[in-house]
């Protein structure tokens, strides 16, 4: 089974100790590509670095909306440059997060904006954290149309699903998927289309049902992609070879 981990924040200091060995597990399981999202400016050199050492592993660069405390207007002008320089997979994280304590919306709108924009210029795809804010991002990519991207761990309605998917976005799940209690999550995963089906795992946050309170990491996919194959009646071969294909289209790989 070869997989792809659509969203796992391999350079976070939760790895450290270990990082050659939660490579190794990952690669052993059949994840075979790794796609690292950036949280702040800081992360981008870091990403350059575990994707030199570790082959598959793919960064994209971003400004993540939990750490806007972290984030500088000159941030953007960096990130420009790191886009045409060095060309990552995909501009990310970036996004919106109302359910963060007193969330400015305003500043998070204006610079997930700016990245949509850029994203948009450098014709790359973008990997979007929405909490609470599903509607207010799906207004924000109308003035983009051409953009692709994925809804990391996507806990919108169908409805917002299906809008998504018909403009050609992708919707990424993780551990939360093999929650037995996470009943509307699986309706979801239960109706889409498989073809608009990332996996990823959000190492080392958000583990799943077996692994509660520990520390996540990619090597653990196969288990998201044994519970969407469950929630589709689909062999889990299936499952793998689509979702892989998924993010090969989406991410150019
Ligand atoms: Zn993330």
């Known amino acids: 089974m070869r997989l792809i981990d659509s969203h796992c924040h391999f350079d976070s200091d939760a790895f450290a100790p270990d990082r050659e060995a939660v490579f190794a597990r990952a690669r052993a399981a059949g994840v075979e590509r790794i796609i690292s999202p950036a949280t702040t400016a800081a992360s981008w050199p870091r990403l350059i670095a575990v994707r030199e050492a570790y082959p598959g592993v793919l960064p994209a660069f971003g400004l993540h909306p939990m750490f806007m405390a972290a984030h500088h207007s000159s941030h953007l002008d960096a990130l420009e440059k790191r886009l045409s320089e060095q060309r990552p997979v995909a ?17 998070q709108e204006a610079l997930f904006h700016a990245q949509l924009a850029l994203a948009a210029r450098f014709d ?3 990997i979007v954290h929405a909490r609470k804010s599903v509607e207010r991002v799906w207004l924000m990519l109308r003035e983009f149309p051409t953009l692709r991207g994925v809804m990391h761990s996507y806990s919108g309605s169908l409805d917002q699903a299906q809008r998504f998917v018909e403009r050609g976005f992708m919707l990424g799940f993780g551990g939360p998927v093999t929650w037995t209690r996470a ?4 309706r979801l995963v239960a109706a889409l289309p498989l073809e608009a089906i ?8 958000q583990p799943g049902e077996q692994h509660r309170g520990e520390r996540n990491e990619p090597a653990w996919l196969p288990e998201v992609a044994g519970a969407v194959a469950a929630l589709k ?7 793998a070879e689509t979702t892989t294909a998924n993010a090969r289209k989406l991410f150019r790989l």
């Open 233 to 239: 009646q689909l062999p889990v071969e299936t499952v």
């Open 91 to 107: 501009v990310g994280e970036c996004g919106l997060d109302f359910q963060i304590d007193d969330p400015d919306r305003e500043a």
């Open 124 to 126: 790359l795809p973008v």
């Open 198 to 205: 990332l996996l990823e795992t959000d190492a080392p946050d």
């Open 183 to 186: 009943k509307r999550l699986h």
